[in-house]
């Protein structure tokens, strides 16, 4: 069955940190990938998006992703950690040629610390 | 611009009572999708509409209804509430029906009791 795992349900990085998020799908070919964040009350924000091509990704607010094809992941990084980045964050795909359709994972925390 | 706007923000119903929400897309977006996020959990795919026709279903009972109208605004609405439809109901559009980006609106907050 098609999966995405996000193995930590809360993690918690000083202020000024480097932060790693983590998430692996199991699909049967390479999804599209993708990251959003949800702040309490919020709806949720697209980071970056991987489809082809460059598997180091830019996106926004500082972050990046790199998409491993021989290890099904694609974390999310970040090199300095601010306070306003506490929030849940989702890695999500979609199956290529379909419809926007996406498939989440449960989502990480990220509390940041003083 | 105005993002993508739901409607109620927050709701309580009890059992078996029926409700509906509703959505309108980002201006031009032709692409409707709803999703349910329960507590502690990722959105789940319920719907995508395009060109008000349903263009996806995910695995939720038949109390699941939706509707695209021709100004591409949208309804999403559940029968027969149960305590576990008490969830957070996303919509979001985008302009075309492949994968693409999906804006989000802030979502309606359902408690059913």
């Known amino acids: 069955a098609q999966s995405v795992t996000q193995p930590d349900i809360h993690i918690t990085v000083s202020e000024g940190a480097s932060l790693e998020l983590r998430c692996n799908y199991s699909?049967?070919?390479?999804?599209?990938l993708f990251w959003y964040v949800q702040s309490p009350g919020q709806g949720l924000q697209l980071l970056l998006k991987?489809?082809?091509?460059?598997?180091l990704v830019q996106g926004i607010k500082g972050f990046e992703a790199e998409f491993k094809r021989s290890q099904s992941s694609f974390n999310l990084r970040k090199p300095s950690v601010h306070w306003s980045d506490a929030a849940e964050y989702f890695c999500a795909v979609a199956l290529r040629g379909g419809y926007s359709t996406l498939t989440f994972g449960k989502g990480t925390m990220l509390l940041v610390s003083p | 611009d105005a993002g993508v706007t739901q409607s109620p923000t927050h709701l309580i119903k009890t059992r078996g009572q029926h409700v509906t929400l509703r959505c309108s897309p980002i201006s031009g977006h032709k692409s409707v999708s709803w999703y349910q996020q329960v507590l502690g959990q990722g959105p789940q795919f319920i719907f995508q509409y395009y060109e008000k026709e349903e263009r996806g279903r995910g695995n939720f009972p038949d109390r699941f209804s939706a509707r695209q109208f021709p100004n591409y605004s949208s309804e999403l609405n559940v029968n027969a509430l149960l305590l576990g439809d008490s969830a957070l109901y996303l919509c979001a559009s985008s302009s075309g029906q492949g994968v693409g980006e999906l804006f989000f609106g802030e979502g309606s907050r359902l408690t059913v009791l």
């Open positions: 991987y489809f082809s091509g460059d598997t």
């Open positions: 699909y049967g070919a390479t999804p599209y």
